[in-house]
């Protein structure tokens, strides 16, 4: 018992329930909403998957509340989580925040609100890129938030200069993705170029590193 009181903290309470908070704005909008309300948008910020408005009604919360959940056991859970980190504390909170969002601006578009999703939604998730890269850098070996690979997990030296490295690259990236799209110039391929290389340049080094790290311990 005590153990599971320890893993039902008020955080994981508080962001549920913020988690299950659109279902109110729901609620005022259902009878307006019609038979099928966009849940995926293209590059182009135009629909490409529906669903029944029953499901981005109440579903959507409700799954994204159940993600939450998973998402908050799995790091309270993981041995080397760093609870001083404020990384550790924003991935406990991005789902909810997320989710203030993205249920009731799938309604509004399904009750023809104009909004630009393809300026829109690159526009926070590079925000959120930026947050994320300001931290890397600072958190502490853990098995659930940052770049967990072998070698990383296995040499704290090298965990700590691919996540600098890292630090320096999701920053730059970021602030690009976001001038481009402050100044209307955004187009997709600087967006998806941007993100591989910040998901692959990491990648590289740490694996360089621990070539070096094995060449030199086996001389």
Known sequence: MKNRNHLIDRTLI????????????????????????PIHFNAEGQPDNYASKAFGAFGMPLLLALLNIFVQLAVKTDPKRDTSSKLYHITRWTIAILTL????????????????????????????????????????????????????????????????????I??????????????????????????????????VYSFILAQRQHTSDTD
Not at 20 to 28: C, D
Not at 170 to 183: C, E, G, P, Y
């Open 170 to 203: 999701w920053t730059f990236f970021s602030l690009l993705f976001i001038l481009v799209i402050l100044l209307d110039f955004y187009v997709v391929w600087i967006f998806f170029l941007g993100i591989a290389v910040m998901v692959t340049f990491p990648l």
């Open 101 to 168: 969002f993205i249920v009731p601006f799938s309604l509004l578009i399904a009750l023809g609100q104009p909004f630009r999703v393809e300026k829109v939604v690159p526009l926070a998730v590079s925000v959120l890129l930026l947050v994320v890269g300001n931290y890397l850098p600072k958190i502490k070996q853990n098995y659930t938030i940052g770049i967990k690979l072998p070698w990383t997990l296995a040499d704290e030296e090298n965990w700590k200069k691919t996540h600098r490295l890292a630090g320096w």
């Open 14 to 37: 508080v962001t549920t329930i913020i988690c299950l908070v659109p279902i109110l704005f729901s609620v005022a909008v259902y009878q307006r909403l019609p038979d099928q309300v």
